[in-house]
């Protein structure tokens, strides 16, 4: 009778073995989990307000958000409520221009939606679905031919 042969790689074998969770293990992550999430939403608002010197989200400005395919945006109020369309939230139809275009002009006519560029009139590239101007580095070249931004690509 022969014998088996033995396993070379014996030294890499991890036996599996069945660890019990309890109920209190199981809650414990929850909490835990939920104060890492309201930490890091505070750390969020806090450098929003830091940073932001614009107000983005106004009732004095023009455009109102609506998407072709009827799926909502949900943006983040001032006082740290999500709104929806609904809501009728209204964003800024023209953003402060910044003082210099990446391409040196010193003349820019409008930001990149995306990545909120300067661009001056050369730089900018409308996009053939959502109807926004974007930078070059914010493009595709859809299947079509036609140029798209990286947000209508998908």
């Given at each position: 009778?022969?014998?088996?042969?033995?396993?070379?790689?014996?030294?890499?074998?991890?036996?599996?073995?069945?660890?019990?969770?309890?109920l209190k293990q199981f809650n414990n992550n929850e909490d835990r989990?939920?104060?890492?999430?309201?930490?890091?939403?505070?750390?969020?608002?806090?450098?929003?307000?830091?940073?932001?010197?614009?107000?983005?989200?106004?009732?004095?400005?023009?455009?109102?958000?609506?998407?072709?395919?009827?799926?909502?945006?949900?943006?983040?109020?001032?006082?740290?409520?999500?709104?929806?369309?609904?809501?009728?939230?209204?964003v800024q139809a023209q953003p402060t221009p910044m003082s210099q275009?990446?391409?040196?002009?010193?003349?820019?006519?409008?930001?990149?939606?995306?990545?909120?560029?300067?661009?001056?009139?050369?730089?900018?590239?409308?996009?053939?679905?959502?109807?926004?101007?974007?930078?070059?580095?914010?493009?595709?070249?859809?299947?079509?031919?036609?140029?798209?931004?990286?947000?209508?690509?998908?």
């Amino acid at each position: 009778m022969a014998t088996k042969r033995s396993n070379p790689f014996i030294e890499d074998f991890m036996p599996q073995s069945k660890v019990h969770v309890g109920l209190k293990q199981f809650n414990n992550n929850e909490d835990r989990l939920k104060k890492v999430y309201e930490k890091t939403l505070d750390l969020l608002f806090k450098g929003a307000k830091k940073s932001s010197n614009i107000d983005l989200i106004s009732n004095q400005t023009i455009a109102t958000i609506y998407k072709k395919d009827g799926m909502k945006q949900l943006v983040i109020g001032k006082d740290g409520c999500l709104l929806s369309n609904s809501d009728e939230i209204q964003v800024q139809a023209q953003p402060t221009p910044m003082s210099q275009c990446s391409c040196g002009n010193t003349k820019t006519e409008g930001n990149c939606t995306y990545c909120e560029r300067g661009l001056c009139i050369t730089c900018q590239h409308f996009c053939a679905r959502c109807e926004k101007y974007y930078c070059s580095q914010c493009s595709l070249i859809g299947s079509e031919g036609s140029e798209i931004c990286v947000s209508c690509y998908g």
